[in-house]
């Protein structure tokens, strides 16, 4: 049994030591023995590198087939087409719109209820109406229900 102190030292006596020499080259000159022996590492490397990357693929096809099947995304719903009118004032201002979402008889309408003194909408009200019901304006809801008349729908 040798001591840790002794172990450290023989260590540092081996890694002093020179390394055998290569065998020398068959080749005749200094740039082709160059070259072969270039050659050669670039050989050794490369079959290194094609081990360690085989490993990593062969690692990562286990990974793939140990994976639990998942089932395809789900499609949404898909997006619902819907007619919009819109009636306008002689200001060319917005006074209503109504939409109408296609596959069902109901519309929805919304109207303005107020506007501040630049003529921006400050509130609106919307109303669901059902199949066959008409939209009657009143003096309550608006506060000029003759606009509704003379309206072009957009």
Not at 76 to 105: A, Q, S, W, Y
Not at 122 to 148: C, I, M, N, Q, T
């Amino acid at each position: 049994m040798t001591s840790p102190r002794l172990q450290i030292l023989e260590r540092q006596m081996a890694r002093r030591q020179t390394p055998e020499p290569a065998p020398a080259p068959a080749a005749s000159s200094l740039g082709e023995a160059f070259d072969a022996l270039l050659q050669q590492r670039i050989d050794e490397a490369l079959a290194v590198e094609r081990e360690r990357h085989s490993a990593q693929i062969q690692r990562l096809m286990d990974q793939i087939q140990n994976q639990p099947q998942r089932l395809p995304p789900s499609k949404g719903k898909e997006p619902m087409e819907f007619t919009r009118v819109i009636c306008r004032d002689h200001f060319n201002r917005i006074l209503l719109t109504e939409t109408t979402i296609e596959g069902r008889d109901d519309r929805i309408i919304m109207e303005v209820t107020k506007r501040d003194e630049l003529g921006s909408i400050v509130s609106s009200r919307a109303f669901h109406l059902a199949a066959g019901e008409v939209y009657k304006p009143g003096k309550s809801r608006l506060p000029d229900p003759r606009h509704y008349q003379d309206a072009e729908p957009r």
